[in-house]
């Protein structure tokens, strides 16, 4: 899904600005993205020094533009049909292994075309400057490559592996200074037993193994010297923050056969410092520039980085430049903020994190790039603030690192990361690791270390995921993590096994990852319950609305639940989502068809994911993180995603969103108690909160007020609701948190049954998920009465941004339930995607009038006049204009 131009450009407007500087010289990267040609091996008898020379024919080969894997580029030329739609990937050739298998840790099937090598090839023309050195550079190529210039060998496929690797070569004296030059990689997917980028159980693996080149490629050119990986670490004086201490390193490389007597001099903003460095004939050699040297590097009252909802995100810039013979030689730039991050382990062994010296609930999701690692700028953009406007303050990598871009978007939106290896594939078995393998891993984390470390939104790194790597390559990992000044903490792996080098973790890894009740967060003590840093858990699937279900399953499979919306599902233990649809069934009464399921889906994960972050929200600092597995999704599913991969957020999202508000008010399902987080690290006096519980039929059973100061960064218990004669089996809680001038400040909504979810502990054998011995009824939502809502729209123009006021009410004495808000492009347009809603699937209580507003790109109206669309349980379905 692309994203105009324009709506690009508001959205950056309205995050503070474009993209952060580049970590390149600014006098020159000269991108080689367009205009490439492939072609599989198989039908190309010559070898690379023809291929990789001017007027070689490429008739009957594919276009590409790079960044592309072999299989973006043949779906984009239109030879495959979209493989993300029903079961569309099995028809391409290569996938007939059994659904559900992890593809990573099997061979490349026999029939496959992805078997052999795939050749790229680009012709282009190059002006550089006379006398400057030349250097071509590949970010990412999945996984060996043979690559050569104008007829010449640059580099061999022994050289040149690793999916995570980033590679320069001087190219001097290969390339043609005019006229044109002929660029061909021969490239080979990547084996069981390679350090590749891996699909595990999220969803099946492309059938190319995401072969190609998949990150940038560009030329710069240099005098003498050569500016390389800029650094700035940033030390504070704790707690007290009124001094920053910083440290700037780079890497100098003489790539001539002469000594050079280099000066590099480096700014930030008003602070000038300098030094002299000689270097032998091709020598490299890093320079430092620190506080204890220069005091100009000590920063008073410096502008800090806050994470997102805690304070600003400040960016300074570190300009450098190197002479060499009384001129430029080289230049480079990075952006960074100063910012402490720091960890250490509770009286309980759980790991928290500090940043400037403030402690920090971490909650975020797992990350998933598109299945076939297509790079869109515009999404990019629209799934970070996705993240923000959930509340939600990190992000997690398992492999698969993204873009400088993506990175430069978080640090602008403060949204912390953290990165690591993936679990369940070669990156894991060690055992079977060759010496080549060893080599590859710490390179890897050489490149990626270096790549990463400036950004002030990087919190942790993580050596492992399901487990902590033997002694010999943590101990390797670790070596490479100090000597490239990595500054953050690091821990061994995502779990809580400890280790000899780095002892205990303070984290685990003990799901659930499928459906449990919203009980189990705060009742349980043994697996995911809301205590400790759990680094991946979730309430299990997540079926999108019925517009995407049909965006991505054939109409005839459509209903009932078939092979095809388990292919959707995910992999290994996951390949269906039984134990959810059996949950819904139960509690809200057996689906009648698709239309009906979806929406009592969409009631499931709402209630699903906004138990699970209040649960650790109630239980800060003992518990102290929690990353959702998954935020989204590489392509379209059913299970584990905060929004889909249409970017339609729907329940599980603003569930999300309500549970992560930074002054929140909620309910126990343990003990019944009201509480009030906040999640501020200032406080608040004298505020007041209020419940109330009704029936099914609104009677209202229970009322209470109660004032309550909110300390900084704090979880308070308010009263506890006591318990109440004469419920009907399904009843509802309302809660609301005002300041002291009466102003809403928190609202919260809770459906509840007089007859619990119970979960079997005894049953509990593995971490997937814990079994239901008996279910809350909901059947009673069947019996609503219909609500009539009166509602009004005005629709806003801002620039390059459209905003739909929205003001509902019900005049009614019926409960108006999860009443869906859309805005459409004209009156039987589609869902204009992304957007931002201040809430959404709402419930009015009789008499109750809410203003909501939505935020979207103008241009994805594509000059149709938009339209307010709104139902729920039980409301119509209403157009405004009708």
Same mark, same amino acid.
Not at 66 to 77: F, G, K, M, Y
Not at 97 to 115: E, H, K, Q, T, V
Not at 831 to 848: A, C
């Given at each position: 899904?692309?994203?105009?131009?324009?709506?690009?450009?508001?959205?950056?407007?309205?995050?503070?600005?474009?993209?952060?500087?580049?970590?390149?010289?600014?006098?020159?990267?000269?991108?080689?993205?367009?205009?490439?040609?492939?072609?599989?091996?198989?039908?190309?008898?010559?070898?690379?020094?023809?291929?990789?020379?001017?007027?070689?024919?490429?008739?009957?080969?594919?276009?590409?533009?790079?960044?592309?894997?072999?299989?973006?580029?043949?779906?984009?030329?239109?030879?495959?049909?979209?493989?993300?739609?029903?079961?569309?990937?099995?028809?391409?050739?290569?996938?007939?292994?059994?659904?559900?298998?992890?593809?990573?840790?099997?061979?490349?099937?026999?029939?496959?075309?992805?078997?052999?090598?795939?050749?790229?090839?680009?012709?282009?023309?190059?002006?550089?400057?006379?006398?400057?050195?030349?250097?071509?550079?590949?970010?990412?190529?999945?996984?060996?490559?043979?690559?050569?210039?104008?007829?010449?060998?640059? /580099?061999? !496929?022994?050289?040149?592996?690793? &999916?995570?690797?980033?590679?320069? #070569? =001087?190219?001097?004296? @290969?390339?043609? *200074?005019?006229?044109?030059?002929?660029?061909?990689?021969?490239?080979?997917?990547?084996?069981?037993?390679?350090?590749?980028?891996?699909?595990?159980?999220?969803?099946?693996?492309?059938?190319?193994?995401?072969?190609?080149?998949?990150?940038?490629?560009?030329?710069?050119?240099?005098?003498?010297?050569?500016?390389?990986?800029?650094?700035?670490?940033?030390?504070?004086?704790?707690?007290?923050?009124?001094?920053?201490?910083?440290?700037?390193?780079?890497?100098?490389?003489?790539?001539?056969?002469?000594?050079?007597?280099?000066?590099?001099?480096?700014?930030?903003?008003?602070?000038?410092?300098?030094?002299?460095?000689?270097? /032998?004939? !091709?020598?490299?050699?890093?320079? &430092?520039?620190?506080?204890?040297? #220069? =005091?100009?590097?000590? @920063?008073?009252? *410096?502008?800090?980085?806050?994470?997102?909802?805690?304070?600003?995100?400040?960016?300074?810039?570190?300009?450098?430049?190197?002479?060499?013979?009384?001129?430029?030689?080289?230049?480079?730039?990075?952006?960074?903020?100063?910012?402490?991050?720091?960890?250490?382990?509770?009286?309980?062994?759980?790991?928290?994190?500090?940043?400037?010296?403030?402690?920090?609930?971490?909650?975020?999701?797992?990350?998933?790039?598109?299945?076939?690692?297509?790079?869109?700028?515009?999404?990019?953009?629209?799934?970070?603030?996705?993240?923000?406007?959930?509340?939600?303050?990190?992000?997690?990598?398992?492999?698969?690192?993204?873009?400088?871009?993506?990175?430069?978007?978080?640090?602008?939106?403060?949204?912390?990361?953290?990165?690591?290896?993936?679990?369940?594939?070669?990156?894991?078995?060690?055992?079977?690791?060759?010496?080549?393998?060893?080599?590859?891993?710490?390179?890897?984390?050489?490149?990626?270390?270096?790549?990463?470390?400036?950004?002030?939104?990087?919190?942790?790194?993580?050596?492992?995921?399901?487990?902590?790597?033997?002694?010999?390559?943590?101990?390797?990992?670790?070596?490479?993590?100090?000597?490239?000044?990595?500054?953050?903490?690091?821990?061994?792996?995502?779990?809580?096994?400890?280790?000899?080098?780095?002892?205990?973790?303070?984290?685990?890894?003990?799901?659930?990852?499928?459906?449990?009740?919203?009980?189990?967060?705060?009742?349980?003590?043994?697996?995911?319950?809301?205590?400790?840093?759990?680094?991946?858990?979730?309430?299990?699937?997540?079926?999108?609305?019925?517009?995407?279900?049909?965006?991505?399953?054939?109409?005839?499979?459509?209903?009932?639940?078939?092979?095809?919306?388990?292919?959707?599902?995910?992999?290994?233990?996951?390949?269906?989502?039984?134990?959810?649809?059996?949950?819904?069934?139960?509690?809200?009464?057996?689906?009648?068809?698709?239309?009906?399921?979806?929406?009592?889906?969409?009631?499931?994960?709402?209630?699903?994911?906004?138990?699970?972050?209040?649960?650790?929200?109630?239980?800060?600092?003992?518990?102290?993180?929690?990353?959702?597995?998954?935020?989204?999704?590489?392509?379209?599913?059913?299970?584990?995603?905060?929004?889909?991969?249409?970017?339609?957020?729907?329940?599980?999202?603003?569930?999300?969103?309500?549970?992560?508000?930074?002054?929140?008010?909620?309910?126990?399902?343990?003990?019944?108690?009201?509480?009030?987080?906040?999640?501020?690290?200032?406080?608040?006096?004298?505020?007041?909160?209020?419940?109330?519980?009704?029936?099914?039929?609104?009677?209202?059973?229970?009322?209470?007020?109660?004032?309550?100061?909110?300390?900084?960064?704090?979880?308070?218990?308010?009263?506890?609701?006591?318990?109440?004669?004469?419920?009907?089996?399904?009843?509802?809680?309302?809660?609301?948190?005002?300041?002291?001038?009466?102003?809403?400040?928190?609202?919260?909504?809770?459906?509840?049954?007089?007859?619990?979810?119970?979960?079997?502990?005894?049953?509990?054998?593995?971490?997937?998920?814990?079994?239901?011995?008996?279910?809350?009824?909901?059947?009673?939502?069947?019996?609503?009465?219909?609500?009539?809502?009166?509602?009004?729209?005005?629709?806003?123009?801002?620039?390059?941004?459209?905003?739909?006021?929205?003001?509902?009410?019900?005049?009614?004495?019926?409960?108006?339930?999860?009443?869906?808000?859309?805005?459409?492009?004209?009156?039987?347009?589609?869902?204009?995607?992304?957007?931002?809603?201040?809430?959404?699937?709402?419930?009015?209580?009789?008499?109750?009038?809410?203003?909501?507003?939505?935020?979207?790109?103008?241009?994805?109206?594509?000059?149709?006049?938009?339209?307010?669309?709104?139902?729920?349980?039980?409301?119509?379905?209403?157009?405004?204009?009708?």
């Amino acid at each position: 899904m692309r994203l105009s131009g324009s709506v690009l450009l508001s959205l950056l407007l309205s995050t503070g600005g474009a993209f952060g500087a580049e970590q390149t010289s600014p006098a020159g990267r000269i991108p080689l993205g367009g205009g490439w040609k492939i072609q599989t091996s198989s039908r190309v008898p010559e070898k690379g020094d023809g291929i990789s020379v001017t007027g070689f024919s490429t008739r009957d080969w594919y276009a590409a533009s790079i960044p592309s894997t072999v299989l973006a580029a043949l779906v984009a030329n239109g030879l495959y049909p979209d493989p993300y739609f029903g079961m569309n990937l099995r028809s391409v050739p290569g996938t007939g292994y059994a659904i559900g298998r992890n593809f990573a840790n099997l061979a490349m099937p026999p029939d496959s075309p992805f078997l052999d090598s795939w050749w790229y090839r680009k012709e282009f023309q190059f002006a550089g400057g006379a006398g400057r050195q030349v250097w071509l550079h590949f970010d990412g190529i999945n996984y060996r490559a043979d690559i050569w210039l104008n007829g010449h060998l640059v /580099a061999g !496929k022994n050289a040149v592996a690793g &999916a995570y690797r980033m590679y320069d #070569f =001087d190219v001097t004296d @290969l390339i043609a *200074p005019s006229g044109a030059n002929t660029l061909a990689l021969e490239i080979s997917a990547p084996q069981a037993d390679d350090l590749a980028i891996e699909w595990v159980d999220w969803n099946p693996a492309p059938p190319d193994k995401d072969m190609g080149i998949w990150r940038d490629v560009y030329l710069t050119d240099n005098g003498p010297v050569a500016l390389r990986f800029p650094q700035v670490i940033t030390k504070l004086d704790l707690p007290s923050l009124e001094r920053a201490r910083l440290t700037v390193t780079a890497e100098l490389r003489n790539a001539t056969a002469q000594n050079v007597k280099a000066v590099v001099t480096g700014r930030i903003e008003q602070i000038r410092f300098s030094r002299s460095v000689d270097l /032998a004939p !091709k020598e490299t050699k890093q320079v &430092a520039f620190s506080s204890d040297e #220069f =005091d100009s590097l000590n @920063l008073t009252k *410096p502008r800090l980085w806050w994470p997102a909802h805690t304070g600003p995100q400040n960016l300074y810039r570190l300009d450098l430049e190197v002479e060499a013979g009384g001129r430029v030689s080289d230049r480079a730039a990075v952006t960074f903020g100063v910012r402490e991050v720091t960890s250490e382990l509770t009286e309980k062994n759980f790991r928290v994190f500090m940043v400037n010296g403030k402690r920090i609930l971490i909650r975020g999701g797992g990350w998933a790039p598109d299945m076939m690692l297509r790079s869109d700028p515009e999404r990019e953009l629209a799934e970070v603030r996705y993240v923000k406007d959930m509340n939600l303050n990190a992000i997690r990598f398992e492999g698969k690192i993204e873009t400088d871009r993506f990175l430069d978007l978080c640090d602008r939106e403060g949204i912390l990361i953290i990165a690591g290896w993936c679990c369940c594939s070669h990156w894991e078995l060690w055992e079977n690791w060759k010496d080549e393998d060893h080599r590859i891993a710490a390179d890897s984390l050489r490149d990626q270390i270096r790549r990463i470390r400036n950004h002030p939104g990087m919190l942790t790194w993580w050596n492992g995921s399901d487990g902590p790597p033997p002694a010999a390559v943590e101990q390797k990992y670790i070596e490479v993590l100090k000597a490239e000044n990595w500054p953050n903490p690091y821990q061994s792996s995502a779990t809580a096994r400890t280790t000899a080098l780095t002892g205990a973790t303070g984290l685990k890894m003990t799901g659930p990852y499928d459906w449990v009740p919203p009980s189990y967060w705060l009742t349980d003590a043994r697996h995911g319950g809301a205590y400790g840093f759990n680094t991946e858990t979730s309430p299990g699937p997540a079926v999108p609305p019925l517009e995407s279900l049909r965006r991505m399953i054939p109409p005839e499979h459509l209903w009932p639940i078939d092979e095809v919306w388990n292919y959707h599902a995910g992999g290994s233990r996951f390949m269906n989502i039984k134990v959810f649809t059996d949950a819904l069934n139960a509690r809200l009464g057996p689906a009648t068809g698709v239309e009906d399921f979806a929406r009592k889906s969409q009631v499931m994960t709402y209630e699903g994911q906004r138990a699970m972050f209040e649960a650790y929200a109630r239980n800060k600092y003992t518990s102290t993180g929690v990353i959702q597995w998954m935020m989204n999704n590489a392509w379209p599913s059913l299970i584990w995603h905060l929004y889909d991969y249409y970017l339609r957020p729907a329940g599980g999202y603003f569930g999300t969103k309500k549970a992560c508000e930074p002054l929140h008010i909620q309910y126990s399902y343990d003990d019944r108690s009201v509480v009030v987080v906040n999640n501020h690290y200032s406080g608040f006096k004298a505020l007041k909160a209020k419940a109330r519980v009704f029936n099914l039929d609104m009677t209202e059973r229970f009322s209470k007020e109660a004032a309550v100061d909110a300390p900084p960064d704090s979880s308070t218990r308010v009263f506890t609701i006591p318990g109440i004669e004469n419920l009907s089996t399904t009843y509802f809680c309302a809660l609301s948190l005002a300041g002291q001038e009466g102003n809403s400040l928190s609202s919260n909504f809770y459906w509840l049954s007089t007859k619990p979810d119970v979960v079997d502990e005894a049953k509990t054998r593995d971490t997937a998920y814990s079994p239901t011995a008996s279910y809350a009824d909901f059947t009673g939502f069947g019996t609503l009465p219909p609500a009539q809502i009166r509602a009004a729209v005005r629709f806003e123009q801002k620039g390059k941004v459209q905003f739909a006021r929205v003001t509902l009410e019900n005049p009614g004495r019926h409960l108006a339930f999860f009443i869906r808000l859309q805005v459409t492009r004209g009156r039987d347009g589609e869902e204009i995607l992304p957007v931002l809603w201040q809430d959404n699937y709402i419930s009015l209580l009789p008499g109750e009038k809410r203003e909501v507003s939505a935020e979207y790109g103008i241009d994805l109206l594509h000059g149709a006049v938009p339209a307010l669309q709104f139902d729920g349980w039980n409301v119509a379905r209403t157009l405004i204009p009708r």
